[in-house]
């Protein structure tokens, strides 16, 4: 049986706990763009989650790929012009960039 912890599955392939990741990441989104009208400005709530797991199941590496995956998917999807890469003012880049740094140094001590 597959887990979602690599606790209870230490002898699970790294692909395979990269994969899981992924899945986390994809539920992350799903329900960011479900529940968008409720998270307005929180658009990073879910992808949080999926950061973390991502760092504690697979280890750094993935959790910056779902990091910079969480980050492109925001900007492209719900910052205005929706639907593509406008352009990146001071408030957006201090976001991300605030996102990324939380990320990293969470996922360096989760994994």
């Known amino acids: 049986m597959l887990a979602l912890s690599p606790a209870t599955n230490r ?12 899945l986390v990441w994809l539920a992350a989104y799903g ?6 009208p ?3 400005r929180s658009n990073f709530v879910f992808f949080w989650i999926s950061v973390i797991y991502s760092a504690w199941a697979a280890g750094l590496v993935p ?3 779902a990091s910079i995956a969480s980050i492109l998917a925001v900007h ?4 205005e012009p929706r639907g593509a ?3 990146f003012n001071v408030s957006t880049v201090l976001t991300f960039l605030i996102f990324v740094v939380a990320s990293m140094t969470v996922s360096a001590l989760t994994s």
């Open 11 to 22: 002898r699970a392939p790294t692909s395979t706990r990269s994969l899981l990741a992924a």
């Open 38 to 40: 409720w998270i307005e």
């Open 31 to 36: 329900l960011t763009v479900v529940l968008e």
């Open 76 to 79: 492209y999807h719900f910052v």
């Open 63 to 65: 959790a910056l790929v």
């Open 85 to 87: 890469f406008g352009s």
